[in-house]
C-alpha cells in the first residue's frame, strides 16, 4: 500500500463518515479556490495544517512527502506567469504583474491542495467507493473502481519485487543495464496485468458474478457537532479573509 493510504486506514478519523471529512476537506479547498489568495491562501493552509497535524493526527513528515509533490505542480505552473511572450519587451521579458499573480496562483493552488491531502490523510478508497452507490453512481461504475484500485497495488507490488530482482542480478549497474532493465519491467508489468485481469475475471465467474460486488461497508453515523465545528471553521476562514482584505487591500 501507498504511505498516504496506509495512513488514511490507521487514522483517528477512520471510524467517522466520510461525509463528515469530504465536507470538512473539500470545503477548505473551495474555499481556498475561491476567497482571494491574500490573505485567503495563508488563512485556509493554516487552518488546514492546523487540522491535519492536531486532531486528524497526521505526523508531520507523511504530511510533507505527500505534499511536496503537489506543491512541486503548483511551482511549476506559477513560474510561466512571470514572463510573457512577444509584444514590445521581445520574444521572451518579465510580465509586468508576473511576480503577484505566480504568488496569487501559488498561494492559491497550494492551500486548496492541502484541503485535498486532508481527505486523502483520514478516509480510506475503501470506505468512498461503496457508499458511492447509495450516491446515485451506478454500481458498475463503482465495481470497476474497486477492481482497478485492488489491482493497482498488486502490479505495485510485483513491480516492487521485480525491480528488487533486477538490482540482485546487477541490473542497475550503468546507463545501458539501467534502459534495459527498464524495458523488461515495462514488459513484465504489462503481461502481468492482463494476468492478474484474466485470474480476476475467471474467479468473480467462479463464484457467481451478477453485475455487482456485495462488499461489508462500516456503518458510521453523522456526528452533528464535526458538521457544525466544520461549518463553523469554514465561516469564520470567509468572514476573517473578508475582514482582513478590507483592513489591508
Not at 498516504?4 to 479556490?33: C, N, Q
Not at 520574444?91 to 503577484?100: E, T
Not at 539501467?178 to 492482463?194: D, Q
Not at 463464484?207 to 455487482?212: T, V
Request: with cysteine; charged share 15%; aromatic share 6%.
Amino acid at each position: 500500500m501507498l504511505p498516504i493510504d496506509v495512513a488514511a486506514h490507521s487514522s483517528r478519523w477512520r471510524r467517522r463518515h466520510p461525509l463528515e471529512k469530504a465536507l470538512l476537506g473539500l470545503g477548505l479547498t473551495v474555499t481556498a479556490v475561491c476567497l482571494p489568495p491574500w490573505p485567503g491562501g495563508p488563512l485556509v493552509a493554516a487552518a488546514t495544517l492546523v487540522v491535519l497535524l492536531g486532531p486528524a493526527g497526521v505526523a508531520g513528515r507523511q504530511l510533507w512527502r505527500a505534499f511536496r509533490v503537489p506543491l512541486g505542480f503548483c511551482c511549476t505552473g506559477a513560474l510561466p506567469l512571470l514572463v510573457s511572450v512577444g509584444g514590445p519587451g521581445g520574444f521572451v521579458s518579465l510580465a509586468p504583474d508576473g511576480p503577484r499573480h505566480a504568488a496569487e496562483l501559488l498561494l492559491r493552488t497550494s492551500a486548496a491542495s492541502l484541503g485535498v491531502l486532508l481527505f486523502a490523510f483520514t478516509t480510506p478508497v475503501s470506505d468512498v467507493l461503496p457508499r458511492l452507490v447509495r450516491a446515485g453512481v451506478p454500481a458498475p461504475v463503482v465495481d470497476v473502481a474497486l477492481v482497478m484500485y485492488r489491482i493497482g497495488f498488486l502490479l505495485l507490488d510485483s513491480m516492487a519485487q521485480v525491480r528488487r530482482a533486477q538490482a540482485a542480478r546487477l541490473g542497475h549497474t550503468n546507463r545501458a543495464a539501467v534502459w534495459r532493465s527498464l524495458a523488461g519491467l515495462a514488459a513484465t508489468a504489462f503481461v502481468r496485468a492482463f494476468d492478474r485481469a484474466g485470474r480476476l475475471q475467471e474467479g468473480l465467474a467462479g463464484r457467481g458474478y451478477d453485475g455487482a460486488l456485495r462488499v461489508l461497508v462500516p456503518e458510521a453515523a453523522l456526528s452533528r457537532r464535526f458538521l457544525a465545528a466544520s461549518a463553523a471553521l469554514l465561516t469564520s476562514l470567509v468572514g476573517l479573509t473578508l475582514v482582513l482584505k478590507e483592513l489591508y487591500p
